[in-house]
T-cell receptor, first 115, second 113 residues
Framework: AQKITQTQPGMFVQEKEAVTLDCTYD???????LFWYKQPSSGEMIFLIY??????QNATEGRYSLNFQKARKSANLVISASQLGDSAMYFC????????????FGSGTRLQVQP | DGGITQSPKYLFRKEGQNVTLSCEQN?????MYWYRQDPGQGLRLIYY???????QKGDIAEGYSVSREKKESFPLTVTSAQKNPTAFYLC????????????FGSGTQLSVL
């Protein structure tokens, strides 16, 4: 069974600074995908970034980058130049490439950006 | 615009009552999912469907039922057997292939009267 662990229930960051949200995962699969989603207080889930297990380069999407360390089974999200609108819950998730392809989510990290 | 529509936004259930949450997508996606989210927690998979007329139990299927008679629709029924139904319910869909990121609806908050 897969498991996603996010050890930071809450994080604070100053506006314009960078922040790293931690995510570790446990799987015996060789092929899988890793995702990060943002959930504002409105409740919607917003896709941020994706990393395939065979991708050699770390994924980047604008101010978001994924620090993928396969041997350590970690997939940390880095947000550069934080903005007040980044305040939200952030979830790490994993999908197997065989069998059940549904996403398994971590418990989330609440990020608060301070002015 | 293409997307996923969940209704209602808020739903109240009386003891012993079954209620149905609606999820419709016009993205032509193959797979659809139902997740439950309790306050301050992550999402847990209730049911999923990879194709029409087929669905599979997720991690917390007890007390729930689904159907997938049309590609665009995946309703979730919360039965009276679900003793703790108060939660935020999210429907999602995806297209098989690269990445397969989930697209989510805006959710339904279910509360017990």
């Amino acid at each position: 069974a897969q498991k996603i662990t996010q050890t930071q229930p809450g994080m604070f960051v100053q506006e314009k600074e960078a922040v790293t949200l931690d995510c570790t995962y446990d799987t015996s699969d060789q092929s899988y995908g890793l995702f990060w989603y943002k959930q504002p207080s409105s409740g919607e889930m917003i896709f941020l970034i994706y990393q395939g297990s065979y991708d050699e380069q770390n994924a980047t999407e604008g101010r978001y980058s994924l620090n993928f360390q396969k041997a350590r089974k970690s997939a940390n999200l880095v947000i550069s130049a934080s903005q007040l609108g980044d305040s939200a819950m952030y979830f790490c998730a994993m999908r197997r490439d065989t069998g059940r392809r549904a996403l398994t989510f971590g418990s989330g990290t609440r990020l608060q950006v301070q002015p | 615009d293409g997307g996923i529509t969940q209704s209602p936004k808020y739903l109240f259930r009386k003891e012993g009552q079954n209620v149905t949450l609606s999820c419709e997508q016009n993205l032509n996606h193959d797979a659809m999912y139902w997740y439950r989210q309790d306050p301050g927690q992550g999402l847990r998979l209730i049911y999923y469907s990879q194709i029409v007329n087929d669905f599979q139990k997720g991690d917390i299927a007890e007390g729930y039922s689904v159907s997938r008679e049309k590609k665009e629709s995946f309703p979730l029924t919360v039965t009276s057997a679900q003793k703790n139904p108060t939660a935020f319910y999210l429907c999602a869909s995806t297209l098989h292939g690269f990445n397969e990121k989930l697209f989510f609806g805006s959710g339904t908050q279910l509360s017990v009267l």
